[in-house]
C-alpha cells in the first residue's frame, strides 16, 4: 500500500535524507511512502511550481492514504500547502493520518506569537479578530477531517527538542496505516 507523506519536511535543509527516513519507517511496516520530493522536477523550468503541484497530485491519487506533518510551520498553524493536501485526500475518502510534534493547543500556540485577551466569551488576537478555541491542537477542519476520514491527530505528551527530526509521533502513524492497510 502507498502512503504520501506531506508536510513541511520538504523544506528543512536535510530534506531529502528525511524523506529517506520517513520511506524506511513505512517500508518496515510494510508500507511504501510517497514523498514530494520523489518527483524529478526542472527547478528552473517556468513551469516548475505547476510540476511540483501535478506530481504532488499525481502521488496523492496513487496512494491509499496520507500522513500529514501538522507541527506549526512559520506561524502557529500548520503548513498550508500541506493542509491542502490532507484535505485533498480526505475529498476522495482515502484514510487521513497525521501528527505534530507540537502538542499544545492552537490557541495557546497563537499567545506564542502575538498577543491573545479574552472579550467576554471569546478570545481575540492583537487585531481584535476571534480565535478559535474549542481546545483543539490546529483549525476543527483538519481535526475533524482526521477524525472522520481516518485517526485522531498524533501528538506526543511533551514536544520533542527537536520537533523537525524527531519521527515516533510519525512512526505511530505508520503503525495505525498498517494495522488498518494491511490485510492480517
Same mark, same amino acid.
Request: hydrophobic fraction near 45%; include cysteine.
Given at each position: 500500500?502507498?502512503?504520501?507523506?506531506?508536510? !513541511?519536511?520538504?523544506?528543512? !535543509?536535510?530534506?531529502?535524507?528525511?524523506?529517506?527516513?520517513?520511506?524506511?519507517?513505512?517500508?518496515?511496516?510494510?508500507?511504501?511512502?510517497?514523498?514530494?520530493?520523489?518527483?524529478?522536477?526542472?527547478?528552473?523550468?517556468?513551469?516548475?511550481?505547476?510540476?511540483?503541484?501535478?506530481?504532488?497530485?499525481?502521488?496523492?491519487?496513487?496512494?491509499?492514504?496520507?500522513?500529514?506533518?501538522?507541527?506549526?510551520?512559520?506561524?502557529?498553524?500548520?503548513?498550508?500547502?500541506?493542509?491542502?493536501?490532507?484535505?485533498?485526500?480526505?475529498?476522495?475518502?482515502?484514510?487521513?493520518?497525521?501528527?505534530?510534534?507540537?502538542?499544545?493547543?492552537?490557541?495557546?500556540?497563537?499567545?506564542?506569537?502575538?498577543?491573545?485577551?479574552?472579550?467576554?466569551?471569546?478570545?481575540?488576537?492583537?487585531?481584535?479578530?476571534?480565535?478559535?478555541?474549542?481546545?483543539?491542537?490546529?483549525?476543527?477542519?483538519?481535526?475533524?477531517?482526521?477524525?472522520?476520514?481516518?485517526?485522531?491527530?498524533?501528538? !506526543?505528551?511533551?514536544? !520533542?527538542?527537536?520537533?523537525?527530526?524527531?519521527?515516533?509521533?510519525?512512526?505511530?502513524?505508520?503503525?495505525?496505516?498498517?494495522?488498518?492497510?494491511?490485510?492480517?
Amino acid at each position: 500500500m502507498k502512503i504520501y507523506l506531506a508536510g !513541511p519536511d520538504v523544506f528543512l !535543509p536535510d530534506a531529502v535524507e528525511i524523506g529517506r527516513r520517513k520511506a524506511a519507517i513505512c517500508a518496515a511496516h510494510g508500507l511504501t511512502g510517497l514523498y514530494p520530493l520523489d518527483n524529478i522536477v526542472d527547478l528552473t523550468a517556468p513551469d516548475a511550481a505547476r510540476q511540483i503541484f501535478c506530481g504532488n497530485e499525481a502521488m496523492m491519487d496513487a496512494a491509499s492514504a496520507i500522513i500529514a506533518n501538522l507541527t506549526p510551520f512559520r506561524g502557529a498553524g500548520a503548513d498550508p500547502g500541506t493542509v491542502y493536501e490532507l484535505g485533498y485526500m480526505a475529498g476522495r475518502r482515502k484514510f487521513c493520518l497525521a501528527y505534530s510534534n507540537d502538542p499544545a493547543t492552537y490557541a495557546d500556540r497563537l499567545g506564542r506569537f502575538m498577543d491573545v485577551t479574552s472579550e467576554g466569551d471569546r478570545l481575540v488576537d492583537a487585531q481584535g479578530l476571534t480565535v478559535e478555541d474549542f481546545g483543539l491542537a490546529d483549525n476543527l477542519m483538519m481535526i475533524h477531517a482526521l477524525e472522520l476520514h481516518g485517526c485522531p491527530l498524533v501528538t !506526543p505528551t511533551t514536544m !520533542p527538542v527537536d520537533v523537525w527530526h524527531d519521527l515516533a509521533a510519525f512512526e505511530t502513524c505508520v503503525r495505525m496505516a498498517a494495522a488498518r492497510l494491511i490485510a492480517p
